[in-house]
């Protein structure tokens, strides 16, 4: 038996509606905003942190990260916990560091350096270890300070 006009219209309406609300649900969800979760670091991160605050920030942030001997802020404790965390976003501390450390030449590592150094912070002030921290503002936006 073959397919009326009518019958086949309704099929290839059918087909369309079909494939223009699959488009839209696949637009809608590659659009979705990604969901904000708990600042995470890798522990290789923090080691290669470690190395690389020792060698460049030691002497003005101290061992402790409680300032150091050249009067630079601390990195943890009170007055540093209530500027940076209580569910800000991550990049807030990145492009502090990004755009104020080193004193001398601000900018001066490479983004994976800032994410190092500040995976080694984090660590210090008891952040958990887990998903590598990213290197890029727009991820770093959607990573919360939050223990």
């Known amino acids: 038996m073959m397919p009326t006009l009518s019958r086949t219209a309704a099929q290839f309406a059918l087909a369309i509606g079909f494939a223009v609300g699959f ?19 890798s522990s290789e991160q923090a080691d290669r942190g470690k190395k690389k605050y020792i060698k460049d ?7 402790n990260l409680k300032g150091g001997l050249s009067g630079g802020a601390p990195l943890r404790g009170l007055v540093f916990e209530e500027k940076f965390f209580d569910g800000l976003p991550a990049s807030i501390i990145f492009a502090y560091m990004f755009s104020t450390m080193p004193p001398d030449s601000p900018g001066r590592y490479s983004p994976n350096t800032y994410a190092n150094l500040m995976a080694y912070i984090l660590k210090r002030n008891g952040f958990k270890a887990g998903a ?3 290197s890029d503002f727009d991820a770093l936006d959607y990573l919360i300070m939050e223990k």
Do not use: I
């Open 23 to 41: 488009a839209a649900a696949a637009a809608a969800q590659s659009s979705a905003e990604p969901v904000e979760r708990p600042v995470s670091y």
């Open 132 to 134: 590598p921290l990213p």
């Open 57 to 63: 920030c030691v002497d003005c942030h101290g061992e």
